[in-house]
């Protein structure tokens, strides 16, 4: 038999907050990310900007990504 798909109705109050919050905390840091890219210089970036902007899709890896290892 196979298992029908998990709903959020299926879920427990705190494994819905807890998806709420990794959502909100996902937007704040790449929110981030794109600010700091924006005002950055260049020079100060290693990669194409527009490369960066790409990365930052990917969710959470991209944005996390930039500030360890996107700026010098």
Same mark, same amino acid.
Not at 47 to 65: M, R, Y
């Given at each position: 038999?196979?298992? #029908?798909?998990?709903?959020?109705s299926d879920? %427990?109050?705190? /494994? /819905?907050?807890?998806?709420?919050? !990794?959502?909100? !905390?996902? $937007? @704040? @840091?790449? #929110?981030?990310?794109?600010?700091?890219? @924006?005002?950055?210089? %260049?020079?100060?970036?290693?990669?194409?900007?527009? =490369?960066? =902007?790409?990365?930052?899709? $990917? /969710?959470? =890896?991209?944005?996390?990504?930039?500030? !360890?290892?996107?700026?010098?």
């Amino acid at each position: 038999m196979e298992k #029908s798909p998990t709903t959020w109705s299926d879920l %427990t109050a705190t /494994q /819905q907050r807890a998806i709420c919050a !990794a959502g909100a !905390a996902e $937007v @704040v @840091v790449t #929110s981030l990310a794109l600010r700091d890219l @924006v005002r950055r210089p %260049t020079r100060e970036i290693r990669g194409p900007k527009a =490369v960066w =902007v790409l990365a930052f899709l $990917v /969710q959470p =890896v991209g944005p996390i990504a930039y500030f !360890a290892l996107g700026r010098r």
